[in-house]
């Protein structure tokens, strides 16, 4: 595995290259509840995000079993027909959906100088994303906003794939689709089960953010922030 030469980054999206704060009582979902309210379910305010998040805790349980991916139209489906009493239809819940992530996604902030940083690290090696997501369209749209978009060879997500980090299809899908062997490539994320673990059963070398020292991982496997990249990769080849 050691043996190659690095060639490729593959990077972890949210947390990782955007900051991103979670859905909940501190942030505005009200155009959501208004579109609810107008398809016939007069659930408060508060109760409407109780019952999000309650409807989406129970696929990300279900995803936790055997890591298969949902959507964001599974969720908005399941959580029409339960607050309306009947089966929802397409048209309303795509509706609810793009509300929804309009309103999500004020939550994400690109980080100042990502930008910087991704267009010198493209200079000597080729940059992949490998994300979970529940949206088709999330990643590369905020990637566009960033205008790092045509610095990527691939945006690989869990949604295409049907399977989520740290599902070993997954990383699989990745190196296919870069056409390299494990070795050649290097996973940068956040997360300790599925941007530092997944990677390296798949064979790949993986560098975790870790400010907080949380994980148990070797010294030379830790960054304090994703600005540290670019000096231990060099310090790989």
């Given at each position: 595995?050691?043996?190659?030469?690095?060639?490729?980054?593959?990077?972890?999206?949210?947390?990782?290259?955007?900051?991103?704060?979670?859905?909940?009582p501190d942030r505005d979902f009200a155009r959501s509840h208004d579109l609810m309210r107008s398809l016939g379910a007069a659930l408060p305010y508060d109760e409407f995000l109780a019952?999000?998040?309650?409807?989406?805790?129970?696929?990300?349980?279900?995803?936790?079993?055997?890591?298969?991916?949902?959507?964001?139209?599974?969720?908005?489906?399941?959580?029409?027909?339960?607050?309306?009493?009947?089966?929802?239809?397409?048209?309303?819940?795509?509706?609810?959906?793009?509300?929804?992530?309009?309103?999500?996604?004020?939550?994400?902030?690109?980080?100042?100088?990502?930008?910087?940083?991704?267009?010198?690290?493209?200079?000597?090696?080729?940059?992949?994303?490998?994300?979970?997501?529940?949206?088709?369209?999330?990643?590369?749209?905020?990637?566009?906003?960033?205008?790092?978009?045509?610095?990527?060879?691939?945006v690989v997500t869990s949604y295409e794939v049907g399977w989520r980090k740290p599902h070993p299809a997954i990383y699989t899908a990745a190196l296919n689709e870069l056409r390299i062997?494990?070795?050649?490539?290097?996973?940068?994320?956040?997360?300790?089960?599925?941007?530092?673990?997944?990677?390296?059963?798949?064979?790949?070398?993986?560098?975790?953010?870790?400010?907080?020292?949380?994980?148990?991982?070797?010294?030379?496997?830790?960054?304090?922030?994703?600005?540290?990249?670019?000096?231990?990769?060099?310090?790989?080849?």
């Open positions: 595995m050691h043996g190659h030469r690095v060639t490729h980054v593959l990077f972890d999206f949210f947390g990782t290259l955007v900051d991103h704060a979670p859905g909940g019952a999000w998040s309650k409807t989406s805790e129970q696929f990300a349980k279900l995803s936790d079993i055997d890591n298969r991916e949902y959507s964001m139209t599974d969720i908005g489906t399941a959580f029409l027909r339960d607050v309306l009493g009947r089966p929802p239809a397409r048209a309303a819940v795509d509706q609810l959906v793009r509300t929804y992530l309009s309103q999500w996604n004020k939550g994400v902030r690109h980080l100042p100088d990502i930008g910087g940083l991704l267009t010198a690290l493209a200079a000597d090696y080729r940059l992949a994303i490998v994300s979970n997501t529940q949206e088709a369209d999330l990643v590369p749209s905020h990637l566009e906003a960033m205008g790092v978009r045509q610095l990527f060879d691939a062997a494990p070795g050649a490539a290097v996973f940068v994320g956040d997360t300790y089960e599925a941007d530092y673990c997944g990677p390296l059963r798949a064979g790949i070398r993986s560098l975790l953010i870790d400010p907080h020292r949380g994980a148990a991982i070797p010294h030379e496997a830790r960054l304090s922030s994703i600005f540290e990249v670019s000096a231990r990769l060099a310090a790989l080849n």
